[in-house]
């Protein structure tokens, strides 16, 4: 237990389809992340949120929209995807993104999508 | 971009030590970390190194040579459990972070 909750944990959808991730987060952190994680390849950071503001959108494309209410909980919103968007999604939280902080970052156990 | 690089896959015997080396190109730095991933589990912080030098957290070991662009992670006395992936993490100039494609290591008995 991560103090990092995300669901669902599996995913099926068509192209055609729009669903969410939801992730939250028990820590009292004020940053959340998301993260895209393929088979061989570095997590790749998607968006960063610090204190509800998102602070970073690393060239994702459109059809992936994140949402952050409040610092404990992060959405990602999926719409139209392709299947080479199949991955495990990750969320994580930290306590903040500033050099005041050592940025350890606390991981959920991600979200299996896959697109047919 | 940043460059992280460390082996795919390394396998060892049950009670020996293994360490998985990384070497990177970054933008500056600001501190590197260890995190282990289990399969289907969420990563998990294991280390984190700034200053050159050795940090001692039981069974694993991390060390840093920012002059080198070099860490590795040492694990001994290996157990079946530490089978895993390891992920080295290093924060550029900016605070970003950058992944390595992670290090399947694979316990034997």
């Known amino acids: 237990e991560t103090g990092v909750t995300q669901t669902p944990r599996h995913l099926v959808m068509g192209m055609t389809n729009k669903k969410s991730l939801k992730c939250e987060q028990h820590?009292?952190?004020?940053?959340m992340y998301w993260y895209k994680q393929s088979a061989k390849k570095p997590l790749e950071l998607m968006f960063v949120?610090?204190?509800?503001?998102?602070?970073e959108n690393n060239s994702v494309p459109s059809r992936f929209s994140p949402e952050c209410p409040n610092s404990s909980h992060l959405f990602l919103h999926l719409h139209t995807l392709q299947p080479e968007d199949s991955a495990l999604y990750l969320c994580?939280?930290?306590?903040?993104?500033?050099?005041?902080?050592?940025?350890?970052?606390?991981f959920g156990e991600g979200s299996r999508l896959t697109v047919l | 971009g940043q460059n992280i690089d460390q082996p795919t896959e390394m396998t060892a015997t049950e009670g020996a030590i293994v360490q998985i080396n990384c070497t990177y190109q970054?933008?500056?730095?600001?501190?590197l970390f260890w995190y282990q991933q289990h399969a289907g589990e969420a990563p998990t912080f294991l280390s984190y190194?700034?200053?050159?030098g050795l940090e001692e957290k039981g069974r694993f070991s991390s060390f840093l040579s920012r002059s080198k662009g070099y860490s590795y992670l040492l694990l001994k006395e290996l157990q079946m459990k530490d089978s895993a992936s390891y992920l080295c993490?290093?924060?550029?100039?900016?605070?970003?972070?950058?992944f390595g494609a992670g290090t399947t290591v694979t316990v034997r008995a």
């Open positions: 820590l009292g952190h004020n940053a």
């Open positions: 949120y610090n204190f509800k503001e998102q602070t």
């Open positions: 190194n700034v200053l050159d």
């Open positions: 970054t933008s500056g730095f600001n501190g």
């Open positions: 993490a290093v924060r550029d100039e900016d605070y970003k972070l950058s």
């Open positions: 994580a939280s930290s306590q903040g993104t500033s050099e005041i902080y050592t940025g350890e970052l606390f």
